[in-house]
C-alpha cells in the first residue's frame, strides 16, 4: 500500500503534467479534423457570442439552414446544451485574445479533462486505495482515445468533469452524515450562520448541487450518471431515503434548471436538431450489429486497443474484492443504460463515448492492479504483464486514433479565407458540404451548409455568394448562371448578384 502521501501527490502531478503535454499535440489544429462538423457548430455559438454579445437564452450559429430541424432557421438559433462551454470559451478569448478563439476552446476542454482526471483519483482512493486511484488517473488521463477527445471543442469533456465533481462532493457530504451520531440531528437546519460556515456538510452540499446542475446544463446524458450518488444515498439510509428532505432539495435544485431550459427551448423549435433517432432511430438496439460496433470496434479496439481488454476483464472477474465493489458496479450500470439507451448516437458517433470513459479507467486500474499482484514462485510476472499490455493497448489504440487529427480536406481552410477575404462581412453564402458546417466555420460567414433549396429560392432567401470546394467540370454548369468572382483548383466562388 502506498502510504507516502508526498510521493502520490508527486506522481498525480507527473500524470497530469503529462496528460496536459499529450493533449497539447496539433493544438493549434483549424476545426477540420474528425467530428469538426459538431466542433464547428459548438465553436461558432462562442464565436457569435464572442462578436455579438453574451445572449445565453438565445445562442446562434453560423448555419441558418433547415437541415437539423426541417424548419428554416433565419436566425442561426442553436438549441442543444445550454451555452456554458461555449461563454466560457468566448469569454476567454474576450479577456485574454493571445490565443485565438479555437485555441481557447481546447484549452478549455483539456483543463477540464484533467480536472476529471483528479477528481477520478479522488473518487476511486475513496472506495478502494491510493493504487488504484493513481491508476485509474492514469489511464483516465492516457488511454489514445480520451487524448483526441481531452482537447476537442465539444461540451462532453466538460460534463464528465462536472459530474464526476458532484459525485465527489456528494460523496463527501454523505461521509459526514454517517459520521453524526444520529441522522435526524444531522439533517436539522443550522440554528446560525456560523454553524454554516464551520460545518463542511453545508460546503459539500452546495458544491455538489453545483457541480451536477452544471452536468446536466452541459449535457443532459449527465442524468445517467448519478446512480453512483443514488447508491451512496441508498448505502447510507436504506429506503429511508425518500424521507431525507435535504435529497428532496438536492434533485429539486439540481434538475430545476435543466427543467427550465428544456421548456425554454421549445419556443424554438427551428434551432433544436432532430433528436430521438439518437434513441433508437435506425432499430440497431440489441441487434448482433449494437454489440458488434460497441463491444468490438468501439471497446475492444479503439478505446482499449485490443490488449486493454485483459484489464477490462481481469477487472470484471476480481471487482468483488474491491471493498466498495458495488459503489463501481454502479458506475458501469449507468454507462451501460446510457449506451443502451441511447443506441443509435453511440453506433452513430464515437464521441458519444465521452461520458463512459471514466468507466472504462476505472475497470481499467481494477484489472491492472490486480493483475500486477500476479506472482509465479515469487516471481512478478504480472508486472511484466502489465507494462505489456499498457503498451500494446496504446500502440493499437494509437494506430486508430492518429488519424482524428489529420485535416483530411484542407481545401476548406483555403476556401474559407479566400471568402473571408473577399465578401463582404455581412454576406451570406452558400457552402456547400452536404450538410456539414466545417466548411461554412472557415469561411467565418452566416449561410447554408447544403443546397437544402434550388439556387433561385436560395437566393430569395438572402444568399449571395457560392463558394464550391474542390470544384470540378460538372460545376463548370454555374458559370453559366453566375459571376465567377475567383476560381482555384481548390474553390470557386460565384456572386450569386451578378451575370456572367
Known amino acids: 500500500m502506498m502510504k507516502n502521501k508526498r510521493l502520490v501527490v508527486i506522481l498525480l502531478l507527473c500524470i497530469l503534467l503529462g496528460g496536459l503535454l499529450v493533449r497539447l499535440y496539433r493544438f493549434d489544429n ?94 476511486v482512493v475513496r472506495h478502494s486505495n491510493k493504487e488504484i486511484g493513481l491508476l485509474a488517473a492514469f489511464f483516465y488521463t492516457f488511454i489514445p482515445f480520451n487524448i483526441y477527445y481531452g482537447r476537442v471543442i465539444l461540451a462532453e469533456p466538460s460534463m464528465v468533469m462536472a459530474s464526476l465533481g458532484g459525485i465527489y462532493f456528494f460523496d463527501l457530504y454523505i461521509s459526514v452524515i454517517a459520521r453524526s451520531k444520529a441522522t435526524k440531528q444531522s439533517l436539522r437546519l443550522p440554528h446560525s450562520l456560523s454553524v454554516v460556515r464551520n460545518d463542511k456538510r453545508y460546503l459539500w452540499f452546495t458544491l455538489s448541487i453545483l457541480f451536477t446542475s452544471i452536468a446536466f446544463l452541459l449535457k443532459p446524458t449527465a442524468v445517467f450518471f448519478i446512480l453512483p450518488m443514488i447508491y451512496l444515498a441508498f448505502k447510507r439510509f436504506g429506503w429511508k431515503t425518500f424521507t431525507q428532505w435535504p435529497l428532496w432539495l438536492f434533485t429539486l435544485l439540481t434538475l430545476a434548471p435543466l427543467i427550465w431550459w428544456r421548456m425554454w427551448m421549445q419556443q424554438f423549435p427551428e434551432g433544436i436538431p432532430a433528436n430521438t433517432w439518437l434513441l433508437n432511430g435506425n432499430g440497431i438496439r440489441f441487434r448482433p450489429a449494437f454489440f458488434r460496433w460497441m463491444l468490438y470496434e468501439r471497446l475492444t479496439i479503439l478505446i482499449s486497443g485490443y490488449f486493454g481488454m485483459v484489464f477490462v476483464l481481469f477487472g470484471l472477474f476480481k ?110 453564402i452558400v457552402a456547400n458540404y452536404n450538410g456539414d458546417t466545417s466548411f461554412l466555420y472557415q469561411a467565418n460567414r452566416k449561410g447554408w451548409a447544403s443546397f437544402q433549396d434550388p439556387m433561385p429560392v436560395l437566393i430569395e432567401k438572402g444568399a449571395d455568394y457560392l463558394v464550391l470546394v474542390n470544384p470540378t467540370k460538372a460545376d463548370d454548369g454555374w458559370k453559366k448562371e453566375y459571376k465567377v468572382v475567383e476560381q482555384t483548383p481548390q474553390y470557386l466562388i460565384f456572386d450569386l448578384h451578378s451575370k456572367p
Open 30 to 123: 483549424p476545426i477540420a479534423d474528425w467530428h469538426s462538423w459538431r466542433q464547428a457548430e459548438t465553436s461558432s455559438v462562442a464565436r457569435n457570442f464572442a462578436t455579438n454579445g453574451f445572449d445565453l437564452l438565445h445562442p446562434r450559429m453560423d448555419n441558418i439552414s433547415n437541415v437539423q430541424s426541417g424548419l428554416d432557421n433565419p436566425q442561426g438559433y442553436f438549441f442543444v446544451e445550454f451555452p456554458l462551454y461555449n461563454a466560457a470559451q468566448a469569454g476567454a478569448f474576450r479577456l485574454m485574445p493571445i490565443i485565438t478563439l479555437e485555441e481557447w476552446g481546447r484549452l478549455i476542454t483539456i483543463i477540464a479533462s484533467l480536472l476529471a482526471a483528479v477528481f477520478l483519483y479522488l473518487i
Open 319 to 428: 471487482l468483488k474484492k474491491v471493498k466498495e465493489s458495488l459503489f463501481f458496479v454502479s458506475f458501469l450500470v449507468s454507462s451501460i443504460l446510457y449506451v443502451t439507451v441511447f443506441a443509435t448516437g453511440n453506433v452513430q458517433h464515437d464521441y458519444y463515448q465521452i461520458p463512459i470513459m471514466p468507466s472504462v479507467a476505472i475497470l481499467f486500474a481494477l484489472g491492472s492492479y490486480f493483475l500486477s499482484r500476479l506472482t509465479v514462485k515469487k516471481v512478478p510476472v504480472g508486472i511484466v504483464l502489465v507494462v505489456l499490455c499498457v503498451l500494446g493497448s496504446f500502440f493499437f489504440s494509437w494506430q486508430r486514433v492518429k488519424d482524428y487529427f489529420n485535416i483530411n480536406n484542407p481545401s476548406i481552410i483555403v476556401a474559407g479565407k479566400a471568402v473571408d477575404r473577399l465578401t463582404p462581412k455581412d454576406a451570406k
